[in-house]
């Protein structure tokens, strides 16, 4: 006996093929706005005009890179120096200039290259105009245009419903409320949400900066540099080292001025050669330069970065989880038998098939290789419509054949009634024990997907339609795997990231798939209807396991967060709208460029080629980029130690400051600025490891104590040995001489391991520092020459047992304080 369904299509065309539309034909199809009606609107500025960028203006890279706080106190430094002279004494200033010109030139850089990618990740809502419909972009939507909406669409502006085929929204992006809504004609849509089944469109009611989202979207899609433990450990280390500089700058002034009663130009010289170091002025511009170069990298191989620290992140994850559909398999797949059962009509079975494809105007990979398998015979008329959806693991409709037999064997629909059929998983739409799901295990076993094609005598909007229900056939999908899906899994097993694979499909169809992929217990599966509600539980069982399959986007959600519980750092990927809450609540989320736009919105990473072989790619960025910056940061903070410790001492002792600016500029150049951005941007495959301010600290802290004192040592040396009026500039060459060689030695610990190009390095400082000894007019530049035999030959000797006593400290660190 079966029921005539009533139609919720509202509007003719939005519920997918001809015989849809004709039965829908109670009202006509809205056009949307005329050419005339959009000009009038745009030149009223009722536009989508939200900036949404994917990396910050120009304006903004130049202010940051340009207005900083060390900046400012560097620059009121070199102004003194320039009013007091000589100007070499000023090239501290030069330096600064030409880092921040290195650092917005790549910035800028990275934004075009942001924005190129952008452009091809960008969202194209479908509008309708002048009756027909096109994709245009987000920004060119105005008010009171007809928006057309599908499944893992996403809602771009306020609107109202305006034609509905089963229309589900999920709104918990905006409010929490985890369960979709179904939408009805005249309700509201809020931008923000988006589709999970069914389809529709909605006219625009609120658009810009107006919509309910408009702000969150901004903010979501803008280059951002937050939320990073290399950033936020950065920041810390400065705002330490203005606590240390403040006072002993106050007091270096104040002993230079009033207790030694030097001239005032050489107190101000001595005074700011003991300033200027204290500062890691370059710390914070190679942090952005190897970003962005990451940045520029990635971008190479068409992967779209959308918050800056998702390259940072990705390599500290430990669980990665997967969606199999779209990132070990392929989008596509192929119909690789249809299975008949009850006796039913092959052919009939077929023309059903080829409707409920036809019904549905933005069909799913599964229901797209049904459709290419069975074309639609024209015979069928759908009368309503259930839409597939992820939660309920089944799509549905209505069919009533031409000739009014509606029943795939010959029976039922005589009377020119519909007849009820659904499509969806063998396993939630039959009970357990049911012959036809044996066939369904041994098909999912071989890594083979299996739909179930079955009617019933229920209405579609009975909540039980779904129950004793007919089977008709089966439905069996070869799935393709990726090529490069394997290797992926192997790199994350080898770099011990655990994988974890949770999918809507059947567990063991899921596992077979994942086994041929040579993923580590994938033979282990697990049913997720099965799985603990409680948080702590399901986090047991998720270690335990690697396989879950019949997963809902809601129990995503929460196995992210159960992991996160346990102290993980989750990355998640996915394309489907599925995928949404999962990918939003992990600490990283990845999206395939392919994917529905929903998910493309809330990941920090798109695969714009939907290659998860770049997965591997933005792990070695991150790891170049956390490595690097350790050892960067390393050398910067020993200077900054040994600077203040150097003030605070000749503070103390009442003697003037050793150095000029020019020499700790030059040595500065050559032991950490040079050597520093060629190891920022240097290869580096070392794991990533927490705790970046401790494991700075504990290593620069000593260096720097133990630089400086060999330093100051050596200068009290030369203050016994030389005498006479010219005994100051012998005394500050002899002290630089053993300050460089100290330096020299942390240099070339912070490079190891050592290549090739980094023994270069640290030779060609050494060089570049006895070029300047053995030129006479760099002598003269530098005011740095060495004067007799003993007292350098004592430097040398100073800075040896230096070198011994680092060794010593930086092997018993590691051991004593292991990462």
Request: aromatic content about 6%.
């Given at each position: 006996?079966?029921?005539?369904?009533?139609?919720?299509?509202?509007?003719?065309?939005?519920?997918?093929?001809?015989?849809?539309?004709?039965?829908?034909?109670?009202?006509?199809?809205?056009?949307?706005?005329?050419?005339?009606?959009?000009?009038?609107?745009?030149?009223?500025?009722?536009?989508?005009?939200?900036?949404?960028?994917?990396?910050?203006?120009?304006?903004?890279?130049?202010?940051?890179?340009?207005?900083?706080?060390?900046?400012?106190?560097?620059?009121?430094?070199?102004?003194?120096?320039?009013?007091?002279?000589?100007?070499?004494?000023?090239?501290?200033?030069?330096?600064?200039?030409?880092?921040?010109?290195?650092?917005?030139?790549?910035?800028?850089?990275?934004?075009?290259?942001?924005?190129?990618?952008?452009?091809?990740?960008?969202?194209?809502?479908?509008?309708?105009?002048?009756?027909?419909?096109?994709?245009?972009?987000?920004?060119?939507?105005?008010?009171?245009?007809?928006?057309?909406?599908?499944?893992?669409?996403?809602?771009?502006?306020?609107?109202?419903?305006?034609?509905?085929?089963?229309?589900?929204?999920?709104?918990?992006?905006?409010?929490?409320?985890?369960?979709?809504?179904?939408?009805?004609?005249?309700?509201?849509?809020?931008?923000?949400?988006?589709?999970?089944?069914?389809?529709?469109?909605?006219?625009?009611?609120?658009?810009?900066?107006?919509?309910?989202?408009?702000?969150?979207?901004?903010?979501?899609?803008?280059?951002?540099?937050?939320?990073?433990?290399?950033?936020?450990?950065?920041?810390?280390?400065?705002?330490?080292?203005?606590?240390?500089?403040?006072?002993?700058?106050?007091?270096?002034?104040?002993?230079?001025?009033?207790?030694?009663?030097?001239?005032?130009?050489?107190?101000?010289?001595?005074?700011?050669?003991?300033?200027?170091?204290?500062?890691?002025?370059?710390?914070?511009?190679?942090?952005?330069?190897?970003?962005?170069?990451?940045?520029?990298?990635?971008?190479?191989?068409?992967?779209?970065?959308?918050?800056?620290?998702?390259?940072?992140?990705?390599?500290?994850?430990?669980?990665?989880?997967?969606?199999?559909?779209?990132?070990?398999?392929?989008?596509?797949?192929?119909?690789?038998?249809?299975?008949?059962?009850?006796?039913?009509?092959?052919?009939?079975?077929?023309?059903?098939?080829?409707?409920?494809?036809?019904?549905?105007?933005?069909?799913?990979?599964?229901?797209?290789?049904?459709?290419?398998?069975?074309?639609?015979?024209?015979?069928?008329?759908?009368?309503?419509?259930?839409?597939?959806?992820?939660?309920?693991?089944?799509?549905?409709?209505?069919?009533?054949?031409?000739?009014?037999?509606?029943?795939?064997?010959?029976?039922?629909?005589?009377?020119?009634?519909?007849?009820?059929?659904?499509?969806?998983?063998?396993?939630?739409?039959?009970?357990?024990?049911?012959?036809?799901?044996?066939?369904?295990?041994?098909?999912?076993?071989?890594?083979?997907?299996?739909?179930?094609?079955?009617?019933?005598?229920?209405?579609?909007?009975?909540?039980?339609?779904?129950?004793?229900?007919?089977?008709?056939?089966?439905?069996?999908?070869?799935?393709?795997?990726?090529?490069?899906?394997?290797?992926?899994?192997?790199?994350?097993?080898?770099?011990?990231?655990?994988?974890?694979?949770?999918?809507?499909?059947?567990?063991?169809?899921?596992?077979?798939?994942?086994?041929?992929?040579?993923?580590?217990?994938?033979?282990?599966?697990?049913?997720?209807?099965?799985?603990?509600?409680?948080?702590?539980?399901?986090?047991?069982?998720?270690?335990?396991?690697?396989?879950?399959?019949?997963?809902?986007?809601?129990?995503?959600?929460?196995?992210?967060?159960?992991?996160?519980?346990?102290?993980?750092?989750?990355?998640?990927?996915?394309?489907?709208?599925?995928?949404?809450?999962?990918?939003?609540?992990?600490?990283?989320?990845?999206?395939?460029?392919?994917?529905?736009?929903?998910?493309?919105?809330?990941?920090?990473?798109?695969?714009?080629?939907?290659?998860?072989?770049?997965?591997?790619?933005?792990?070695?960025e991150g790891r170049r980029v956390i490595g690097n910056i350790t050892r960067v940061a390393t050398l910067f903070l020993t200077k900054t130690v040994y600077s203040v410790l150097l003030a605070i001492l000749v503070a103390c002792w009442q003697i003037p400051y050793p150095y000029l600016p020019r020499h700790l500029t030059l040595l500065s150049t050559l032991t950490i600025g040079v050597p520093a951005f060629f190891l920022a941007l240097a290869p580096n495959k070392e794991r990533a490891k927490p705790h970046f301010v401790r494991r700075v600290m504990r290593y620069s802290v000593p260096s720097g104590l133990i630089t400086g004192v060999a330093a100051f040592v050596t200068y009290m040396i030369a203050r016994a040995h030389y005498t006479g009026p010219d005994a100051l500039p012998a005394e500050t060459s002899a002290a630089t001489l053993t300050l460089f060689l100290a330096a020299m030695w942390v240099l070339a610990i912070i490079a190891r391991p050592y290549t090739w190009w980094r023994i270069g390095l640290v030779l060609a400082m050494a060089a570049g520092f006895l070029v300047v000894l053995v030129t006479p007019w760099?002598?003269?530049?530098?005011?740095?020459?060495?004067?007799?035999?003993?007292?350098?030959?004592?430097?040398?000797?100073?800075?040896?047992?230096?070198?011994?006593?680092?060794?010593?400290?930086?092997?018993?660190?590691?051991?004593?304080?292991?990462?």
């Amino acid at each position: 006996m079966t029921q005539r369904a009533r139609t919720e299509v509202e509007g003719p065309g939005t519920g997918g093929g001809p015989a849809a539309r004709q039965d829908a034909g109670d009202q006509p199809r809205h056009p949307g706005l005329s050419a005339d009606e959009v000009a009038e609107r745009v030149s009223r500025g009722e536009v989508n005009d939200v900036p949404v960028r994917s990396s910050r203006s120009t304006s903004d890279i130049v202010r940051s890179n340009v207005f900083t706080r060390f900046n400012a106190i560097i620059g009121v430094l070199f102004v003194i120096i320039l009013i007091v002279g000589p100007i070499q004494d000023g090239l501290f200033g030069f330096v600064i200039v030409a880092n921040t010109g290195i650092g917005i030139v790549q910035e800028l850089r990275a934004k075009k290259t942001l924005d190129s990618l952008a452009v091809i990740g960008e969202a194209r809502p479908k509008v309708r105009r002048d009756g027909e419909t096109a994709e245009i972009p987000t920004s060119e939507v105005v008010l009171g245009d007809v928006i057309e909406l599908g499944p893992g669409d996403k809602v771009i502006v306020d609107g109202e419903v305006l034609e509905t085929d089963g229309l589900e929204v999920d709104e918990s992006l905006l409010t929490g409320e985890a369960d979709p809504v179904l939408k009805k004609t005249g309700e509201t849509l809020m931008s923000g949400s988006f589709v999970v089944a069914g389809g529709g469109a909605f006219t625009a009611t609120k658009v810009g900066r107006e919509a309910y989202a408009a702000r969150l979207a901004e903010e979501a899609s803008r280059f951002t540099l937050v939320h990073s433990e290399l950033r936020t450990g950065i920041s810390k280390i400065l705002k330490y080292v203005t606590w240390m500089m403040v006072p002993t700058a106050i007091g270096l002034i104040l002993s230079h001025l009033f207790t030694l009663n030097m001239p005032g130009d050489a107190a101000v010289r001595r005074m700011v050669a003991g300033i200027v170091p204290m500062i890691p002025e370059g710390l914070v511009l190679l942090t952005s330069v190897a970003f962005a170069v990451g940045v520029i990298r990635l971008g190479h191989k068409q992967c779209l970065v959308q918050e800056l620290p998702a390259i940072e992140g990705l390599a500290r994850v430990d669980v990665v989880c997967l969606d199999k559909t779209g990132t070990l398999t392929e989008g596509g797949m192929d119909v690789g038998e249809l299975r008949t059962l009850n006796s039913c009509d092959e052919q009939r079975i077929k023309e059903v098939l080829g409707a409920l494809g036809a019904s549905d105007p933005r069909p799913n990979a599964s229901l797209q290789a049904i459709i290419d398998a069975y074309p639609d015979s024209g015979r069928w008329h759908r009368t309503d419509a259930l839409p597939f959806s992820s939660a309920r693991k089944y799509s549905g409709a209505a069919l009533r054949e031409a000739d009014g037999d509606g029943g795939a064997g010959g029976k039922d629909g005589a009377d020119g009634q519909s007849t009820t059929w659904l499509l969806g998983a063998p396993d939630v739409l039959l009970p357990s024990g049911d012959p036809a799901l044996a066939d369904t295990e041994e098909l999912n076993a071989q890594g083979l997907r299996v739909l179930l094609l079955a009617r019933t005598d229920r209405g579609l909007k009975d909540p039980d339609v779904a129950r004793e229900v007919e089977p008709a056939a089966l439905v069996v999908l070869e799935q393709r795997l990726r090529p490069d899906a394997a290797e992926t899994l192997r790199y994350f097993e080898e770099q011990g990231v655990q994988a974890k694979v949770i999918s809507g499909d059947n567990a063991v169809s899921v596992g077979a798939v994942a086994g041929k992929l040579g993923l580590p217990g994938a033979g282990s599966t697990v049913d997720a209807r099965e799985l603990p509600s409680e948080k702590d539980e399901m986090a047991g069982a998720l270690e335990d396991a690697t396989v879950f399959g019949r997963v809902t986007p809601q129990q995503k959600r929460e196995m992210v967060g159960a992991l996160q519980s346990r102290g993980h750092t989750v990355a998640m990927t996915g394309d489907g709208v599925n995928d949404v809450l999962a990918l939003k609540d992990a600490d990283i989320g990845v999206s395939m460029g392919a994917g529905s736009e929903a998910t493309r919105a809330v990941a920090q990473i798109v695969l714009l080629d939907n290659s998860f072989a770049t997965l591997p790619s933005v792990v070695a960025e991150g790891r170049r980029v956390i490595g690097n910056i350790t050892r960067v940061a390393t050398l910067f903070l020993t200077k900054t130690v040994y600077s203040v410790l150097l003030a605070i001492l000749v503070a103390c002792w009442q003697i003037p400051y050793p150095y000029l600016p020019r020499h700790l500029t030059l040595l500065s150049t050559l032991t950490i600025g040079v050597p520093a951005f060629f190891l920022a941007l240097a290869p580096n495959k070392e794991r990533a490891k927490p705790h970046f301010v401790r494991r700075v600290m504990r290593y620069s802290v000593p260096s720097g104590l133990i630089t400086g004192v060999a330093a100051f040592v050596t200068y009290m040396i030369a203050r016994a040995h030389y005498t006479g009026p010219d005994a100051l500039p012998a005394e500050t060459s002899a002290a630089t001489l053993t300050l460089f060689l100290a330096a020299m030695w942390v240099l070339a610990i912070i490079a190891r391991p050592y290549t090739w190009w980094r023994i270069g390095l640290v030779l060609a400082m050494a060089a570049g520092f006895l070029v300047v000894l053995v030129t006479p007019w760099l002598q003269h530049f530098f005011a740095l020459r060495l004067v007799g035999t003993t007292m350098p030959w004592a430097a040398v000797g100073i800075a040896a047992v230096t070198a011994v006593a680092l060794e010593f400290t930086w092997r018993w660190t590691a051991r004593r304080f292991p990462d």
